[in-house]
């Protein structure tokens, strides 16, 4: 492993008054000096601002007409939740498995849709996106095409949801921004933990003043996905992403929900990041395991996979600090650690269930905790939470999650998450590699704004706009 000291001393010679250059400048100047991961930020430190898309308003759409690309796993239940939803007609069905296609299809046999399939080859996507009768593409593929396609469906015209995270790459990131405020299209990524019951019910307490100022905030994906436990007619496609990056792969969930109670990108944003990963000590086995068993896995066998755990913390510009957890090998229980720590209250959910402490420090009662729950219940819940328990999807945050995107597209209402959450959520997984491959050392997180942060508004969660989409009975 090279080491920084001969680099570093020169970059102290160069610093006059002996005043240090901060570690982020370091970080750059020695990436040209060290094996490793590319500084992603080294593409585009340097942006002109285009059009705003934070609090941006596209014309409304009576009937949202939608096209789905990726049924097989997790669009086969967005299908069928959308399909809950008044004012939608489903056009069109893509997946390169017809037979999931046809299934899905079925599923919404009897309500007016009329979907076509798209299952010729895998470029059928694009002629989805093509079709002029289409609003909305909801993409649900492998995160590899999550970029591509939701940048050609935006320059087909049509607004986006993407499933998390929405890109891969920082290059990715600004081609998302970029497409959307050339075309005046709305780019959501469809980050479902924003919609839990209690990631709404402490952002409406930070809103409300509940908290004080936001110290310290945690967020984390830890949850064993069976990696190398599936058949392998799955392709594997999550283990070639471990066993090809090291880093905090999938940051969003824990994330996304914090940032938006920090207001980032809306009065705030990410400065910088660092990021350390343990060892592996579980995947190298399990390949080896495998390949004994089954030739197929012998690609596998002799991987570099990313450390069980990844630990990523970042700063934010307002002076609050953010910790990020991602472990997907582990037998843990599941947690997402959603934590917010304020000058006058915390609260926390996961690993155990859902705590409030005031400023005395101590949990609150059961009792006691409610009686604030009651008090500080977001609109959202209020109007669609008891449907969204019914209808299900992770347990409803799902269902709210889509029928919040309808309703603002019908109503012609800014999105909660647009193109600059998307991409700023989504980059701590490639800048955490970056930091990962130097030493944890610390690196940038890219203004996708340009600026405008500083005077984005927070986005609305009052709901008193818009509220006239319509749930259908279930059958």
Not at 343 to 352: E, H, R, S, V, W
Not at 438 to 445: D, F, L, M, Q, Y
């Amino acid at each position: 492993m090279k080491t920084y000291r001969r680099d570093f001393l020169k970059m102290t010679c160069l610093t006059g008054a002996g005043i240090l250059s901060s570690w982020i400048g370091i970080a750059k100047a020695l990436n040209d000096k060290n094996e490793g991961t590319e500084n992603p930020n080294d593409i585009r430190i340097k942006q002109s601002p285009g059009f705003n898309m934070s609090g941006y308003r596209a014309p409304k759409i009576e009937t949202v007409r939608i096209g789905f690309i990726g049924i097989g796993n997790r669009g086969t239940s967005a299908v069928k939740r959308i399909n809950f939803l008044d004012g939608v007609h489903i056009k069109g069905l893509c997946d390169i498995r017809e037979e999931k296609a046809t299934e899905a299809k079925r599923g919404i046999k009897g309500f007016g849709h009329e979907a076509a399939l798209y299952t010729e080859n895998e470029e059928s996507w694009k002629k989805l996106c093509e079709r002029k009768d289409i609003d909305l593409i909801y993409i649900c593929t492998p995160w590899n095409l999550h970029a591509k396609m939701a940048v050609y469906a935006m320059e087909q015209g049509k607004h986006v949801a993407v499933e998390v995270p929405a890109v891969k790459t920082i290059e990715e990131a600004w081609q998302l921004v970029e497409t959307s405020e050339k075309y005046k299209r709305h780019c959501v990524m469809l980050e479902n933990c924003c919609y839990d019951f209690f990631e709404l019910l402490t952002l409406n307490m930070v809103r409300q003043g509940l908290f004080g100022e936001i110290v310290h905030c945690e967020g984390a994906y830890i949850h064993d996905i069976g990696l190398f436990k599936k058949n392998k007619r799955y392709d594997y496609w999550r283990v070639k992403e471990n066993a090809s990056r090291n880093g905090n792969l999938y940051p969003t969930h824990g994330v996304g929900p914090v940032c938006q109670l920090m207001n980032i990108n809306r009065g705030n944003k990410l400065d910088y990041l660092i990021s350390i990963s343990s060892n592996d000590f579980m995947l190298h086995e399990r390949a080896k395991k495998f390949a004994s068993r089954d030739d197929y896995f012998n690609q596998f066998v002799n991987k570099s996979f990313r450390g069980n755990m990844n630990t990523s913390v970042i700063k934010t510009h307002n002076g609050s600090t953010i910790m990020v957890q991602h472990d997907v090998t582990s037998p843990r229980p599941y947690s997402r650690i959603h934590l917010i720590s304020g000058t006058k209250a915390t609260a926390q959910k996961y690993p155990l269930p859902e705590k409030l402490a005031l400023e005395d420090g101590n949990w609150l009662s059961e009792e006691k905790y409610e009686e604030v729950k009651k008090q500080y219940s977001p609109a959202i819940i209020e109007k669609i939470g008891g449907m969204a328990l019914k209808v299900g999807g992770h347990g409803g945050m799902d269902f709210m999650m889509d029928w919040r995107l309808i309703d603002c597209l019908r109503n012609g209402l800014a999105v909660d998450i647009d193109a600059y959450d998307a991409a700023t959520w989504s980059v701590v997984a490639p800048l955490s590699e970056w930091s990962v491959a130097h030493h944890s050392a610390p690196i940038e997180v890219p203004d996708f704004t340009r600026g405008g942060w500083k005077t984005n508004m927070p986005h609305d969660i009052s709901l008193k706009e818009g509220v006239t989409t319509g749930v259908r009975s279930r059958n």
